[in-house]
């Protein structure tokens, strides 16, 4: 039976159990690479197996989870190359994207943003992690809507997609949500002049906190696993 056909207690409390494991898995709890053990996942979330599966399955699909058979489920985890070679794909697209929305933008384009920001806001300064994943990836969303070219936008999710594993523990960082929230606002400001190369480098520029982040991690954790073989 698919989640559409689901009746409507079924179906929310399918998505409770899903929204809970990406929350576990974007926001550190499950380091990447761990294994996603049934058992473990039904006890944790008090959730039947099908559930269970069903979330693994969505989470599989948005690059959060990897499924391997006689392996089971993982949180993904990326090497350094991985890192680089991807971020590198949604630069491209961003900056692409940025490019392509006629400046000044329209006001409506620009109230939107207003109005997520100050959501944006409220969850940050409540340090409410889900709201402020939410309301982040769709003040971008929104934001390149501008574009004008649904598919260019449906790349760019995608590898919002793949970047969430890397980016999202730093919605609870201070530093990094104080940076976010300023580039938001500069963002706004240059929607409303006619400077398309400064927008679009400053979202290109706005990905690279998160992702020297996850490169110093990832460093970090290999040199402790070469301590721990050289004791």
Same mark, same amino acid.
């Given at each position: *039976?698919?989640? $559409?056909?689901?009746?409507?207690?079924?179906?929310?409390?399918?998505?409770?159990?899903? =929204?809970?494991?990406? /929350? /576990?898995?974007?926001?550190?709890?499950?380091?990447?690479?761990?294994? %996603?053990?049934?058992?473990?996942?039904?006890?944790?979330?008090?959730?039947?197996?099908?559930?269970?599966?069903?979330?693994?399955?969505?989470?599989?699909?948005?690059?959060?989870? =990897?499924?391997?058979?006689?392996?089971?489920?993982?949180?993904?985890?990326?090497?350094?190359?991985?890192?680089?070679?991807?971020?590198?794909?949604?630069?491209?697209? @961003?900056?692409?994207?940025?490019?392509?929305?006629?400046?000044?933008?329209?006001?409506?384009?620009?109230? =939107?943003? !207003?109005?997520?920001?100050? /959501?944006?806001?409220?969850?940050?300064?409540?340090?409410? +992690?889900?709201?402020?994943?939410?309301?982040?990836?769709?003040?971008? +969303?929104?934001?390149?809507?501008?574009?004008?070219?649904?598919? %260019?936008?449906?790349? +760019?999710?995608?590898?919002?997609?793949?970047?969430?594993?890397?980016?999202? !523990?730093?919605?609870?960082?201070? $530093?990094?949500?104080?940076?976010?929230?300023?580039?938001?606002?500069?963002?706004?400001?240059?929607?409303?002049? @006619?400077?398309?190369?400064?927008?679009?480098?400053?979202?290109?520029?706005? *990905?690279? &906190?998160? !992702?020297?982040? &996850?490169?110093?991690?990832? $460093?970090?954790?290999? $040199?402790?696993?070469?301590?721990?073989?050289?004791?």
């Amino acid at each position: *039976m698919s989640e $559409a056909s689901l009746p409507a207690s079924r179906a929310d409390e399918q998505a409770e159990v899903q =929204r809970r494991l990406e /929350d /576990d898995i974007i926001f550190g709890r499950f380091a990447p690479g761990s294994r %996603l053990v049934e058992d473990t996942l039904m006890a944790r979330y008090g959730a039947s197996r099908h559930y269970i599966r069903q979330a693994l399955v969505q989470l599989e699909r948005t690059g959060v989870v =990897r499924r391997e058979k006689n392996v089971g489920a993982t949180v993904c985890s990326y090497s350094a190359q991985e890192v680089q070679q991807i971020y590198a794909v949604r630069e491209m697209l @961003t900056r692409q994207a940025a490019l392509m929305i006629p400046l000044p933008a329209p006001p409506e384009l620009i109230a =939107r943003l !207003k109005e997520i920001q100050a /959501d944006y806001c409220r969850n940050a300064d409540a340090g409410n +992690l889900r709201g402020i994943h939410e309301t982040n990836d769709l003040f971008h +969303l929104t934001l390149f809507s501008g574009c004008g070219n649904p598919y %260019l936008v449906r790349t +760019l999710h995608d590898y919002m997609g793949y970047t969430l594993p890397m980016r999202a !523990k730093n919605l609870a960082d201070h $530093a990094g949500l104080q940076l976010s929230r300023r580039q938001h606002d500069i963002m706004i400001e240059l929607l409303q002049g @006619t400077d398309s190369w400064a927008l679009a480098q400053l979202c290109v520029d706005h *990905m690279q &906190y998160s !992702k020297a982040d &996850y490169l110093a991690r990832t $460093a970090g954790t290999a $040199a402790s696993g070469r301590l721990a073989i050289a004791d």
